[in-house]
T-cell receptor
Framework: ELKVEQNPLFLSMQEGKNYTIYCNYS?????LYWYRQDPGKSLESLFV?????AVKQEGRLMASLDTKARLSTLHITAAVHDLSATYFC????????????FGTGTRLKVLA | NAGVMQNPRHLVRRRGQEARLRCSPM?????VYWYRQLPEEGLKFMVY????????ESGMPKERFSAEFPKEGPSILRIQQVVRGDSAAYFC???????????FGDGTRLSIL
């Protein structure tokens, strides 16, 4: 059974600091997605990583994918309060299929 | 462009009633997926449909839950005889092809009294 694990589950950090969220998955997949969810809201797509070594950046967030290690990271640079949210990674159940398997989420709180 | 539209946004039912959740995919998308999110958890796949066909319902509970995506109109997730454990957020996603990124709606928050 495909499992997707994120750590940490909770993260409280000061504004201006850097931190990394990790997403490990248990089986072969070439595609990984990062989403942001605010309380009571839907999922906002942040990054789609489609190949080994892919790196994407948007503002203070940067995501990377290592398919050999089955690991993706979401790096936060100089955090600001507006980044407070829950971040999910998701993996295709198997390459080229439709079933997303989500991690348990990382709840990030950035303290002013 | 309108995104994935779900309604209602919030639905309250008493135990034993029926809940019907609707999802209109993005224009040009013929693939619909339903996910359930329990409090403090990630989303879990329930069912994948194309027009008039259920492709994969491996994540659906075997009883009380059903889904359809008719030729005309929205996709419907139906829960019969709801119980407290059905309380969750139900998200619909759509894509233009089965291997294309999925776009998510705002979800329906179902509360069972």
């Amino acid at each position: 059974e495909l499992k997707v694990e994120q750590n940490p589950l909770f993260l409280s950090m000061q504004e201006g600091k850097n931190y990394t969220i990790y997403c490990n998955y248990s089986t072969t997949s070439d595609r990984l997605y990062w989403y942001r969810q605010d309380p009571g809201k839907s999922l906002e797509s942040l990054f789609v990583l489609l190949s080994n070594g892919a790196v994407k950046q948007e503002g203070r967030l940067m995501a990377s994918l290592d398919t050999k290690a089955r690991l993706s990271t979401l790096h936060i640079t100089a955090a600001v309060h507006d980044l407070s949210a829950t971040y999910f990674c998701a993996v295709d159940h198997a390459s080229g299929t439709y079933k997303y398997i989500f991690g348990t989420g990382t709840r990030l709180k950035v303290l002013a | 462009n309108a995104g994935v539209m779900q309604n209602p946004r919030h639905l309250v039912r008493r135990r034993g009633q029926e809940a019907r959740l609707r999802c209109s995919p993005m224009k040009g998308h013929s693939h619909v997926y339903w996910y359930r999110q329990l409090p403090e958890e990630g989303l879990k796949f329930m069912v994948y449909l194309q027009k008039e066909n259920i492709i994969d319902e491996s994540g659906m509970p075997k009883e009380r839950f059903s889904a359809e995506f008719p030729k005309e109109g929205p996709s419907i997730l139906r829960i019969q005889q709801v119980v407290r454990g059905d309380s969750a957020a139900y998200f619909c996603a759509s894509s233009p092809g089965f291997d294309q990124p999925q776009h998510f709606g705002d979800g329906t928050r179902l509360s069972i009294l």
